[in-house]
Antibody
Framework: EVQLLESGGGLVQPGGSLTLSCAASGFTFSSSSMTWVRQAPGKGLEWVSSVSSSGSTTWYADSVKGRFAIYRDNSENTLYLQLNRPALDDTAVYYC?????????WGQGIVVTVSS | QSALTQPASVSGSPGQSITISCTGTSSDVGGYNRVSWYQQHPGKAPRLMIYDVSNRPSGVSNRFSGSKSGNTASLTISGLQAEDEADYYCSSYTSSTTCVFGGGTKLTVL
């Protein structure tokens, strides 16, 4: 059974830093691209970032480029998203998902609140 | 990276069919057969319903079907059931090697 379990969310101050983790199991993690998607309160889904199976290539939405960093540890089957200099409008539920343009498995989501 | 355009809401009665449209540009929907559709119930994670325009993952009912014409993709749900009431999102790969979602459509089963 495929499982994706996010952790590391919570309250972060504007301009601070926070790292989200996503522990994967039930599939060959090192063979899959992985993606982070977020959903602001009461809003729709927004693609944030994706990383290739090896971790050598990353892609970012313009809204987070230069501030967020996606990376992975294939030896630990874990995906990460580092939120640097978050702004108030980065407040959202963050989901990790398997794949790139067809996201076939999703985690349960983790809440990130940016507030002073 | 402008969001794809979806109707805010659609509705239908049990047993009927509905179609949700998703309009993009030649740089996303029209340029690639990499359109996906997701179902999201309140408080839950999204679920993949259609990938690569018209393919259904294992376990998804054949009442769900997808198609594309030009820059517009469509999701059709036939034989509407109460459990289909949810938000639906389309997404597409783009020429910038990114992905973009639609704004979402709330489906109400009357």
């Amino acid at each position: 059974e495929v499982q994706l379990l996010e952790s590391g969310g919570g309250l972060v101050q504007p301009g601070g830093s926070l790292t989200l983790s996503c522990a994967a199991s039930g599939f060959t993690f090192s063979s899959s691209s992985m993606t982070w998607v977020r959903q602001a309160p009461g809003k729709g889904l927004e693609w944030v970032s994706s990383v290739s199976s090896s971790g050598s290539t990353t892609w970012y939405a313009d809204s987070v480029k230069g501030r967020f960093a996606i990376y992975r540890d294939n030896s630990e089957n874990t995906l990460y998203l580092q939120l640097n200099r978050p702004a108030l409008d980065d407040t959202a539920v963050y989901y990790c998902a398997k794949g790139f343009w067809g996201l076939d498995y999703w985690g349960q989501g983790i809440v990130v609140t940016v507030s002073s | 990276q402008s969001a794809l355009t979806q109707p805010a809401s659609v509705s239908g009665s049990p047993g009927q069919s509905i179609t949700i449209s998703c309009t993009g540009t030649s740089s996303d929907v029209g340029g690639y057969n990499r359109v996906s559709w997701y179902q999201q119930h309140p408080g839950k994670a999204p679920r993949l319903m259609i990938y690569d325009v018209s393919n259904r993952p294992s376990g998804v009912s054949n009442r769900f079907s997808g198609s594309k014409s030009g820059n517009t993709a469509s999701l059709t749900i036939s034989g509407l059931q109460a459990e289909d009431e949810a938000d639906y999102y389309c997404s597409s790969y783009t020429s910038s090697t990114t992905c973009v979602f639609g704004g979402g459509t709330k489906l109400t089963v009357l």
